[in-house]
């Protein structure tokens, strides 16, 4: 067990990157209408070109643009139509010089023609004759065929994340699943003989248990799977037999709590004991985070995480570790970060990076962002806030009107 | 049936408003762990003071401040130790002069202590006695009771989207469930003679429906119930039973399709006869999303959509109107829009809103948002796009390097 020094966050990430490895993520298949924010797992090519067919983008007639030329409001062309296409059909007739077929929306263009003119320019003349009296250009409200997508093309990168105009193209190319990346399964233990939980009686000196919930909702805001959530006493043994258990049906476990230094040791203990070949990371240079315990089974490949005991730590270095971790292994993009304007002068921390909560204020052509502070640990720093920003480690603070990024939570 | 003129989408968004009102919100109970992302249906105040007793931030002593002045590491000043204090458990002693007692931290402060000194700055001197090489001010290192949330407070307005911080402040106040807004219940139908499903066989002319998913999916991102999803033809009676049936289990039901003139007509005149009082929006001056069609029936309290057959132009008139009006009546504000400055000229529409499909590009110290363009409808537009930029009616188009605010999606 590392104990003299505590890690920078990067060399965290970087012990527990090479620590699970990139096999670590699992693939599975999913119907399309399962996939909304999952991962795409592999690239995925085009099978059909989009559209695959040449389609009208206007109710109208499919023409030969020449044939328009000259054509006005007081000096129409005249047109034999020779077909009436429908939709969802094939369009059999051969536009030749002076021929015309109608069109709908969506519709096939018919071989020889290279445009369509709209019915609004358009008047029929006799039983077989339409008046144009508009010209049009060569390709001219026609979608080309694979104009959309072409066959063959890289539709989307592993590595996507699946929105819904992304289901949508996947729906156009006759997709009814994608292989995307599981999600982790996480097991969340509070340990704490302060704790009770919401809705149970409480004695003096005790207090509600905020992080079982907490962590369950953020594990679920970013798609991981839940598997089983406890709240227990400072035991050792009882602490070593649920983290034991939940081993078992987990990628991950998650144990908060053990702020105080007793205890602290006793989480150590238990991942150290429990992840062969024990705790790789016992610290962080993080504000807030500093007491985070980092293991990894080797043979099961479970994931050991001792998290600070105060929510607001416990939560911000979830959002740093796991969070960050599987953005890592399935190459997602996190959502982009939004640019501000510090208002405020904030100090810097010597030897850690720093989380800073902040809320943004919309300004005329971007935003303010105000810090908020508060006694570290007070759940009501985060609730006010709307995202945090990082301030590098040793930075010697930052000053009023200094440009931050800030992702939004 | 209103048929004369297009509305703004400020206009349709009134009238929606108004035809469905306020009391159109369901409200629900749910535990606390069903809460996350959604709308709190109701100022949520504070039953407790958080932390409802003084606690100690650190592993330390609980000292009189003034006990501490002048020690040092050359000078310590000696305090006996009169408790130590479990976690969880009730501080029973009363700090006077010359006294201090152990907390962990979380732990609970005894009377007349004012402060606490950390682990650190103590060391054992006696059996009864320690030294304490480190002065501490009044306050330091202990939070007051309710210093991170006050009994009465508000603790969240109604509106408030419950991020997993709102459900760790919640916990902390014993809360085990939370009034809050129902979804909308959606049933979705996509018409056309065209369509045909993924996974099935498909004729030359047909498409694969794409609506039917992209909505679902667009709808479930919102947090929306899907009910039903059909695909049908462009039939009258199937489309009026069809959409008679989702009526008696939806909020909401959304028709896609019918981009061409007669199919237009039909969905018009479906939703006009089984609306009363009737279509009130019949066409949007919204680019993509002009042929969009509104009524609610009154007695029903349905709403009713025809949405552009367009894939494209349905997702964008669903954000700017189903998805608005959830927000509009929640009270939800809008995730933040992102500032960025525009690479590239883009022409306005004269007489229509128009949505601009941009890709976000890091730069120094914001976005730079490169239009992607590309003939309407198409869905690559869409995919390629990180999120959109509205541009105001009868605006000049926008130049190179002008700021906009870009709406990620």
């Given at each position: 067990?590392?104990?003299?020094?505590?890690?920078?966050?990067?060399?965290?990430?970087?012990?527990?990157?090479?620590?699970?490895?990139?096999?670590?993520?699992?693939?599975?298949?999913?119907?399309?209408?399962?996939?909304?924010?999952?991962?795409?797992?592999?690239?995925?090519?085009?099978?059909?070109?989009?559209p695959?067919f040449r389609r009208s983008m206007v109710d109208g007639y499919a023409v030969k643009a020449k044939d328009t030329m000259g054509a006005g409001e007081n000096l129409p062309v005249f047109l034999k139509v020779i077909e009436d296409v429908a939709i969802g059909t094939e369009a059999c007739s051969k536009i030749v010089p002076g021929t015309c077929a109608y069109v709908p929306t969506g519709g096939m263009i018919p071989e020889g023609a290279d445009s369509c003119v709209m019915v609004e320019y358009c008047e029929a003349f006799d039983e077989t004759q339409i008046a144009v009296y508009g010209a049009v250009s060569p390709g001219r409200n026609i979608v080309e065929?694979?104009?959309?997508?072409?066959?063959?093309?890289?539709?989307?990168?592993?590595?996507?994340?699946?929105?819904?105009?992304?289901?949508?193209?996947?729906?156009?190319?006759?997709?009814?699943?994608?292989?995307?990346?599981?999600?982790?399964?996480?097991?969340?233990?509070?340990?704490?003989?302060?704790?009770?939980?919401?809705?149970?009686?409480?004695?003096?000196?005790?207090?509600?248990?905020?992080?079982?919930?907490?962590?369950?909702?953020?594990?679920?805001?970013?798609?991981?799977?839940?598997?089983?959530?406890?709240?227990?006493?400072?035991?050792?043994?009882?602490?070593?037999?649920?983290?034991?258990?939940?081993?078992?049906?987990?990628?991950?476990?998650?144990?908060?709590?053990?702020?105080?230094?007793?205890?602290?040791?006793?989480?150590?203990?238990?991942?150290?004991?429990?992840?062969?070949?024990?705790?790789?990371?016992?610290?962080?240079?993080?504000?807030?985070?500093?007491?985070?315990?980092?293991?990894?089974?080797?043979?099961?490949?479970?994931?050991?995480?001792?998290?600070?005991?105060?929510?607001?730590?416990?939560?911000?270095?979830?959002?740093?570790?796991?969070?960050?971790?599987?953005?890592?292994?399935?190459?997602?993009?996190?959502?982009?970060?939004?640019?501000?304007?510090?208002?405020?002068?904030?100090?810097?921390?010597?030897?850690?990076?720093?989380?800073?909560?902040?809320?943004?204020?919309?300004?005329?052509?971007?935003?303010?962002?105000?810090?908020?502070?508060?006694?570290?640990?007070?759940?009501?720093?985060?609730?006010?806030?709307?995202?945090?920003?990082?301030?590098?480690?040793?930075?010697?603070?930052?000053?009023?009107?200094?440009?931050?990024?800030?992702?939004?939570?």
């Open positions: 067990m590392e104990l003299l020094r505590v890690d920078t966050l990067e060399e965290a990430r970087e012990k527990l990157y090479r620590a699970v490895g990139e096999e670590w993520m699992k693939i599975r298949e999913v119907p399309l209408e399962e996939a909304l924010d999952k991962i795409l797992a592999e690239d995925c090519f085009s099978v059909l070109d989009i695959d065929q694979g104009e959309d997508c072409k066959k063959g093309s890289l539709l989307f990168a592993r590595g996507t994340r699946i929105r819904p105009q992304e289901i949508g193209a996947l729906a156009a190319e006759g997709f009814t699943s994608v292989k995307v990346f599981d999600a982790f399964r996480i097991s969340i233990i509070s340990t704490g003989d302060e704790l009770t939980e919401p809705g149970t009686d409480r004695e003096r000196g005790q207090i509600y248990d905020i992080n079982t919930s907490a962590l369950t909702a953020l594990a679920r805001k970013h798609g991981f799977v839940v598997c089983s959530r406890r709240t227990v006493k400072d035991e050792y043994d009882t602490l070593k037999r649920t983290v034991q258990e939940a081993m078992c049906t987990s990628d991950m476990v998650v144990i908060s709590g053990g702020s105080s230094k007793g205890k602290k040791d006793m989480t150590a203990q238990v991942i150290d004991e429990l992840a062969a070949p024990g705790v790789f990371t016992h610290g962080l240079a993080l504000k807030p985070g500093k007491p985070t315990i980092l293991g990894v089974d080797e043979q099961s490949r479970t994931l050991l995480i001792g998290l600070p005991g105060h929510p607001v730590a416990a939560m911000a270095v979830f959002e740093m570790l796991p969070v960050w971790l599987y953005q890592k292994l399935t190459g997602e993009s996190k959502r982009p970060a939004i640019p501000a304007i510090l208002q405020g002068n904030v100090p810097g921390t010597p030897g850690r990076k720093m989380l800073l909560f902040v809320e943004l204020l919309p300004a005329q052509e971007g935003y303010l962002a105000k810090p908020v502070f508060g006694k570290s640990g007070l759940m009501s720093t985060m609730t006010r806030a709307d995202g945090y920003a990082v301030i590098e480690l040793n930075q010697e603070g930052l000053k009023t009107g200094e440009p931050i990024w800030v992702q939004v939570f």
